[in-house]
């Protein structure tokens, strides 16, 4: 599946933006957990060749999707907003809609990095990479490697 080519400046920007608004309505662990993830996401940003810096995003994303469903979940009233208070949790409540969808464009961009996959269940049929260790089947015969330079033609140097 090809995904379309979105800036993870975007994503970032987009979900500051609603974590701001979110913040009108919801305080405490909702900025907290929401902006320390967004601090990774610029960590992210600057270092383009790194792969921990995505893959803690990445992680963290998927933590803020439970946490944030906790949170609103437990904070969210159904009474008693005002039209500023309804406008936070609506923005709060988008920003979790459209995280699982950043997860997605930020999986791929780890992917582009050079990361492995995170996840792999086996049940597509056997993993195409290539380990350094030989199955039991093997037919091939590994080289040794603790054969010294006398097995090699060279000869030993005296001191």
């Not at 921990?52 to 969210?76: E, R």
Request: charge should be negative; charged fraction near 15%.
């Amino acid at each position: 599946m090809e995904l379309p080519t979105v800036n993870l400046k975007m994503i970032l920007l987009v979900h500051w933006l609603l974590t701001v608004w979110g913040c009108i309505t919801f305080s405490g662990p909702y900025p907290w957990a929401n902006f320390t993830v967004l601090a990774v996401g610029v960590w992210a940003v600057a270092q383009r060749d790194s792969i921990d810096a995505i893959s803690l995003f990445l992680g963290g994303l998927a933590a803020t999707v439970f946490l944030d469903i906790v949170h609103l979940s437990i904070f969210y009233q159904r009474t008693g907003f005002s039209d500023t208070q309804r406008f936070g949790a609506g923005m709060a409540i988008l920003s979790l809609l459209l995280k699982p969808l950043s997860c997605c464009f930020v999986y791929h961009m780890y992917r582009e990095r050079g990361g492995e996959r995170l996840l792999y269940t086996g049940f597509l049929g056997p993993s195409q990479e290539r380990s350094d260790y030989q199955t039991i089947e093997s037919p091939e015969v590994p080289a040794d490697p603790f054969v010294g330079s006398e097995g090699r033609g060279h000869s030993p140097q005296g001191y």
